[in-house]
């Protein structure tokens, strides 16, 4: 099978799917003649011409605006972000209108809209570093996917495409090249595995709210997303030296979340890790955490240990990053911590 890396897999998603619906747009900032963000677009505009991929002005408010008056009239956008800090200047379009219209018209309107937009500390300033998740997942109406790998990238984007309610999916920028000879501007990190980059040619849909045991152990379950399962199971592989067995899950979509799994897996290993780059009040590590004290508390025999960003903007610069996103030293910490009592 072959391999691809995550932002290939995105553009053939794409492909597959205006080729197949030509309902199926493409907007946002140089996704035509500079290729979008980290190259996702790559060739688009060539194939499907400027009716169907638009470069728009740099006003997020107005093409996220312009985006749900062409879902209500039958197309099929996909809007894409240049980063996801941007994404706060269409706060009022994606909170107020594209997740409520449906409630508000009594079911009569669907808003089958697709956002993207990288996400992830990679050494730029904190208006470029935000993780975002934990502001849309307090949003009832929109549905929230983070794909790790790209043969998750791939199966989720195609299911969000053909959904009728407005989806947002985030992307870690250090993943965008993983595990492919050809990633075009990709960035990169030494920790990222090559798990699930074989890729199918086929189009593939990933159901939403279905997690994804990365690892399977016995003495810890650790819950991450994003950059952070593959900290997790590069963590997990150098553990397993010492005889401690992680079970590693990708929740795949926070919204909505499969709890059945991951409260299956705290259940068998009675010790769990959450584990996010977003920081840690009021953040994705707190929700979950809530969640297996709720409903599994009675077979934790240890507290639920939370390993997350420092409640601080992101700094410039690697050293002082470093200090705030999550490490392996941190994830091995945190592991030990709950294995001691």
Known sequence: MRKLSL??????????????DPNVILMGEDVGRFNGA?????????????????????????????GIGAALTGLRPIIEFQYADF??????QIVNEAAKLRLMSGGQANVPIVMRAPQG????AAQHSQSVEAFF?????????????????????????RMNDPVLILEHKLLYGSASPGGGKALSDSTISDIGSDVPEEQYEIPFGKADIKRAGKDVTIIATLMMVHRSLAVAAELEKEG???EVIDPRTLV??????????????????????DISRGGVTAELSALIMDKAFDYLDAPVARVAADN???PFGPAAEKRVIPQLEDIKKAVYEVLKD
């Open 38 to 66: 980290f190259n996702v677009s790559n060739g688009m505009l060539n194939e499907f011409g400027p009716k169907r991929v638009w470069d728009t002005p740099i006003s997020e408010a107005g093409f996220m605006g312009m």
């Open 137 to 161: 997942m307090h949003t009832p109406g929109l549905y929230i996917a983070m794909p790790s790998t790209p043969y998750d990238a791939k199966g989720l984007l195609t299911r969000a495409i």
């Open 7 to 20: 932002s290939e897999a995105l553009r053939e998603a794409m492909v597959q799917e205006m080729r197949r």
């Open 87 to 92: 994404i706060f200047c269409a706060m009022d």
């Open 121 to 124: 500390a990679t050494g730029r």
């Open 244 to 246: 401690i067995s992680c």
């Open 312 to 314: 601080t903007p992101i």
């Open 256 to 277: 909505p979340l499969d709890e059945d799994t991951l409260l299956t897996s705290v259940r068998k290993t009675n010790r769990v890790v959450v584990v996010s780059e």
